[in-house]
Every structure is written in C-alpha cells, then in structure tokens.
C-alpha cells in the first residue's frame, strides 16, 4: 500500500520532470528514504485530466503526454473532472501543486491549496503566488487541521533554502537575509558586464528559456519580490505580501554603468534585503553596487545564492541553482520525503 | 516535565557555550520548537561531576565554574561518578558527547555514545573520533537499537553540511563533495597570500585559538581527513575510516609558491575531494590550485565552505564558519530540535 495517494495539478514543464522522477526513482525512493507513492489524479490545462482511486501508472502517462499530447489514450473522448474534484477524491493525501504562479491574487492555487488543507490533506508545491499573498491564512489553516504544507521550490527552486533556515539552522536568531533571487537578472548582468547591452542580454536570456515572454517579473524585480516575502514570512515569522517590498528594477541600468562599477572594484547585483528590526521586517528588491570580495559579488549567470546572518555563526551563504524544471521538481520530491520522516513516527 | 533529560559529558570551551544557550534560549527553544530539557548530569575532567535525575540548575553550575573553577558549590568535596555511571542513570534520554576528539581510536568517547546507544537513549555529539574510525558501528548500533545519533557539529561545526545533505538534499543523488574543511590552514593559506612566512601565519592562528598547540592536526590534514571520512560515510554511505584517505598537508607550501599562483590566476586551497564511482569512495586531502573563478576560491581566512555535485541540482555550495565554541553549540542544539521534531509524532 502506498503512504501517499498524490493529486498533481499542472503537469507542465515541472509537473511533468516530477513525474519523471517519481517513475525513475522509485525503488531508491522506497529503499533509502521509505517512501512509497501512487497517482490517483492528474489534472492540466492542456493535456486534461484523469481520476482513478487505484492508482494512474506513471510511466504510461508520460508516454501518453509525448506521444499524444494529453494523458489518456483514448482519443474520442476526454475525462473531464475539474480540479476541486480531483482534490475532494477520498483517496488522496496528498496535493502536488505546480499550476501557474500568479503573483496578484495567488489564484487558481490558491484555492486549490485551501481546499486541500481543509479536507485534511497534506501539501507540497512550487507554487510562489499563494504565499506571496496569503501566506499566514494558508499557515493558519493548515495548523488548525493539523496537515503539512512545505514550498521548498518556491524560493531557490530545489536549492534547499527554506529548509535550510529552518531546520538546518534551528536553534540560530536569523537577523538579515540577503539573496539574489532571480536568475534571469543576474544572467542579464553577467552578460552586460561581459559588454552587450541590456537589451541583447535580455533576449539571450529569452532565448535560453530564462526569462518570461512578459519580462516584467524578472527585470522589475517582482518575482524577486515575492520570492522575499516569502522568505521573511516562513523563516522570521513575517506577514507581508508582495505590496509590502520596496521593489526597482534592472532596467535603467547601462553596461557602462556596470562596466565603470567593475574598474572600481564593485559589481552591480539585484539584490533582496530582508532586515528584522524588534517585530517589524523591511524587504526591499534593487539593484546594489557590492564590493567584489563579497561573498553574493562572485555568483554569476543564472546561478542564485542567499546569506543569512545569525546570532550563533554570523554568516551562512548557500549557493546554487535558481530555476529550472528539474530543479523545482528536486523540492517537491524532498518536501515529500521530510513530510513521509514526521509521519513515521506517528 | 522535560522531555530531554540530558547528560552532558565535557563541559570545555563548547559544553558550556551549550549550556549557555540552553540557559539563555529556554524560553524561546520551547515557544518556537516545543524543546523542552533539563539537565540530569554533567561530567568534566576538570570541574568534577555531578549527578542529579531531579534536575541540574543550568545556570548555577555556569556560575559555579565561572567563579569556583568546579560544578559544585561545596568545597570540602568533590563527587565523583564516572561518566559509565551518568550514562546509565535511570532519567537520562540523550547524551551530549563533548569530550576530546581522539582521531586515533576515538576513546573515550566512542565508549560513551555506544553505551548510551545500547541503553536505548540518543546521542547528540561534536566529537569527531568515533566517527573518523567507527562510523558503521556506531550508526549499525543506533538502528538496531532504535535511537538517533546525531553528529552535525563534526564538520564545520554549526554550518549545516550533514543534515543540508542528508535532509535538505534528499532525493538527490550525491556524486561528489569537495570542501574546504580546515579552518586554520585555509587561514593560514590566506595570510600567506597576503605575504607572511607559513611559520608567522602559523604563529597568528594559534595566537587567535584556531590551530591546535600541536598544529600536525590542521597542517599536515589530519582533521580535514577526519572530516572527509564523516562525509563519505554519512552522505555517501560509505565504511571508510581515516586510513583510507590519501592526505597530504600544507608544511612544504611556500608563500613564494602561493604568490606566483595568484599572478597566474589560481589558488591554492588545502581541499578535501569524495568521488563516488559505483561502489567505492575515493577520499583525497590535499593543496589544490584553483581558478580563482572557483566558488570555492574566494572562501578566505576562517570560513570554510564544501560544494555538493548532485543529479538534479548540479552544485550547490554552502558557505560558513567552520569551528568555534558558540557555532559548536549551535550544531548540538540544532540536532536536539531535529529528535525532538521527529519524536512529537510518536
């Protein structure tokens, strides 16, 4: 029998690198960490959805996602269960959310994650928009039934950071966090110290599948932003929202401007700061000249870091990938496994 | 009721910043982790020891050392109970194992975890020995005896390596580690770059308390060897013990040599490497000459740092203090958090 029943909302191109994951790793899953897990129900916008208590072979539903383009082989008709249904099935206990990240309202997530909890099912996602909106209501509900929610690839995707905070460093007064959050900006000003101009170094990171067709969330700053609130709320005990960060962008930054800082000694970042003065936290996003020795100066391209400052070991920087399919979907797979080691025990 | 009824074996430099953050943190420990402790026996060779399973004041007995040089208030006598006996003593559940690290043969600290382990009660320690040469035995004893042993301040004391791997990490495959885990020859290596002889800079770390009065331990590799082997066998599931890794110090390093380097654009770090291949575990300490392009190049003075090569994230790096009484302590109570959060479940 299987401990965890999943729902996977959203099988794009995150859900679906999960999905390989869980098929390509299930017996050093089981063997090492003694998880066991099944599919009972999948849902995306384009490729439909499906519900089946005994379990959806996983293998069988990539394979129908490459060569079909949907999850069911059956071509005339579609299963068509919407995602308030999937989530109500008796038997799942667990609610894998990788819909779209909407940065406003937080929703379809949203909703989709408040659901679960309330019908006493645990939660793992990737999901940025819920808890840069609503982050203490979904906290509140999931304490009041007594279920897990971890969004480990929410921030950092599977750079562990969340985690690393809170568990790692349990114990530490965490007093100053300072990250840079976005790796598609942080490509952009590698590549401009390189010499293009902002414009070029934009479209490369198009190109390379980085930055959104709709730049705005990476280049002023609010993906940074949320990705900071978030930050501030689960590691100090914060309650913003993405309204609450004083945000600037990368945009009116020149090459010259970032070729002049290297000459002397300083290199341009954007930068999150995330300060706890007595109750209150400052979150702010923007671009800062840092001196080269800093330890955030030497993180180039895509690649994303953050540093915590403590009362027991001063400083501890973490360094590594910011982005990517199989990345978040790492998260996803570890936040599993940390919810499968509490339940053992019960 | 306390749920830790602790017996703390060693009250140096980093027992008692453990009970110094025990006794300041209580309030916090138990608000913000449900921690809960009492301390039930305390042995030092120095200051004597004491047994009481109705509860040691924490405070008193750091007011006691502070100011009489000895656990007790009472100056005619001295109890004396050997650590064995505190060990068995009925109340106790976790042994915090603060003694002196002997890489040698372990003792007499292996002693003490595995009689803790057979009696049933857990064991939170920052004693290198033991693991350095009988890692499999000790964690084979912990199973078959169902408790936990946790040992995070082994390596770069409270910076989070272990539980990063093995915890924040999980579902990743680690293929290989490479980690500067010597404080003092990563200290010594920066002040010779800056131009000092290795026997000058050698001199100022040992005025500073980071190298040891005989310094063969950090210079010639031995602790970083003692390190590396604790890596390999907990993240990689390795049987190693320190014969098995190929080491080479830092003594017939020039500052001529390390200056020339840096002209070149290269480094040189004393670097511990684990390559997994299959089966088998290669362990090697020994000077390296990096790019200074290598996130593991700019980690100057004190600081150390170690860079996991994994299947989904590629590299993650984790930067931090390697050693000192305070960041030990904070390992101890952070591994505390960690039994107790899984334990709550039961």
Request: proline share 3%.
């Amino acid at each position: 029998m299987a401990k965890f029943k999943l729902i996977l909302l959203g099988a794009g191109r995150v859900g679906t690198a999960f999905l390989e994951i869980l098929a390509r790793k299930r017996k050093i899953l089981e063997e090492k960490y003694n998880l066991e897990y099944e599919l009972v129900g999948i849902s995306d916008l384009k490729y439909g959805s499906i519900l089946d208590n005994d379990g959806i072979p996983i293998n069988k539903i990539l394979k129908t996602i490459r060569e079909k383009g949907r999850f069911i082989d059956n071509t005339s008709s579609k299963e068509d269960i919407d995602n308030i249904t999937l989530i109500k099935s008796s038997d799942s206990n667990l609610l894998i959310e990788t819909t779209w990240s909407n940065i406003k309202d937080g929703e379809p997530a949203l909703t989709h994650i408040l659901s679960s909890i309330r019908l006493g099912k645990h939660v793992v996602t990737t999901n940025k928009g819920p808890f840069a909106v609503a982050y203490k209501k979904i906290i509140d509900e999931a304490k009041k039934h007594n279920v897990f929610v971890r969004f480990e690839g929410t921030v950092l995707s599977g750079t562990p950071v969340i985690s690393l905070a809170r568990e790692c460093l349990a114990g530490c007064e965490i007093i100053e966090i300072q990250g840079i959050l976005n790796g598609t900006t942080n490509y952009i000003l590698t590549r401009m110290e390189e010499g293009i101009s902002f414009n070029e170094a934009l479209r490369e990171a198009q190109k390379l599948g980085y930055a959104e067709t709709d730049p705005s969330s990476d280049i002023d700053g609010w993906d940074a932003a949320a990705k900071a609130v978030i930050l501030a709320n689960s590691i100090m005990n914060g309650n913003l929202t993405i309204n609450d960060v004083f945000r600037e962008g990368i945009r009116n930054i020149s090459t010259r401007y970032i070729q002049e800082n290297i000459e002397k000694g300083r290199r341009t970042k954007l930068l999150a700061n995330i300060i706890k003065e007595g109750k209150k936290i400052y979150v702010e996003v923007k671009p800062r000249d840092l001196p080269i020795s800093h330890p955030l100066s030497s993180v180039m391209g895509p690649t994303n870091a953050v540093t915590f400052k403590t009362d027991h070991l001063n400083r501890v920087t973490i360094i590594g990938p910011g982005a990517g399919p199989i990345e978040a979907a790492q998260a996803l797979v570890m936040d599993m496994i940390t919810i499968n080691n509490y339940l053992e025990w019960r």
